[in-house]
């Protein structure tokens, strides 16, 4: 039988139903790229024990990180504070770093990436960001374009320098934390994927590639790209 890379998916919070969940659209996103998904919800204590059993993570999307882990603005638009996930995940991709885990960050994934590593947050875009580009229109997702650095590792995964993509946050990178660089912006200057110096098996991506990645090839190749790294 082939091998199948396990690939780690962290899930949504408790809600309250009492029920962790996560959108189906992740899970087929790596069955499609050959991996075997595993679900990770919040809550444990050691988070990063998870990576003695897995061969690549998914920092997926969802909720507002909590602004007081990066000495942010406690903004009437933050929602969904989650103070289990927030330090599961931040653990976790300290482990990540530690252990050069291949990984993928999609949202929300790319914030608590930049908070756990010492950046900061724009707590509200439409405070800061013109009305060019709507990156978020309630609960429905917007397509806009991002400009992606030609020498960059996601250039070469995507095989774009342009592409359109699936939006919805109302959050973003203020302040990169040291060793990031950004490596796509939209036409308003959102940041809207960064690379790691010391970590050539990750990405981070501000949009939501597993949104459209049924039909558009460019985005499930970020999906392809976790999977077949770990196939070399």
């Known amino acids: 039988m082939e091998y ?41 204590t050691n988070p990063e024990e998870c990576l003695e059993f897995l061969d690549g993570i998914i920092l997926s999307g969802g909720a507002d990180v909590d602004p007081a882990l990066y000495r942010g603005k406690q903004h009437p638009e933050v929602y969904g504070v989650d103070k289990a996930r927030d330090a599961c995940e931040i653990a976790l991709v300290k482990a990540i770093f530690e252990r050069k885990t291949p990984t993928l960050c999609i949202c929300r994934g790319m914030q608590i990436l930049n908070v756990a590593l010492g950046g900061s947050l724009i707590e509200h875009l439409p405070d800061e960001i013109g009305p060019e580009i709507a ?38 990178l203020r302040k990169l934390a040291p060793g990031l660089t950004v490596v796509a912006q939209s036409k308003d200057g959102v940041i809207e994927a960064v690379e790691h110096a010391d970590h050539e098996d990750l990405i981070a991506v501000q949009w939501h590639p597993e949104h459209t990645a049924a039909e558009d090839e460019r985005q499930q190749a970020l999906f392809n790209w976790l999977v077949e790294t770990l196939a070399r």
Do not use: W
């Open 4 to 44: 199948r890379p396990s690939i780690g998916i962290t899930t949504h919070g408790r809600n309250e139903k009492g029920r962790f969940d996560l959108n189906v659209k992740y899970v087929e996103s790596v069955r499609r790229a050959g991996g075997y998904p595993v679900l990770l919800p919040p809550g444990e």
């Open 135 to 172: 990156h978020k229109d309630g609960d429905k997702f917007q397509t806009h374009a991002v400009d992606i650095t030609p020498a960059s590792r996601l250039a070469r995964i995507v095989d774009a320098e342009h592409i359109s993509t699936a939006s919805m946050h109302h959050q973003a």
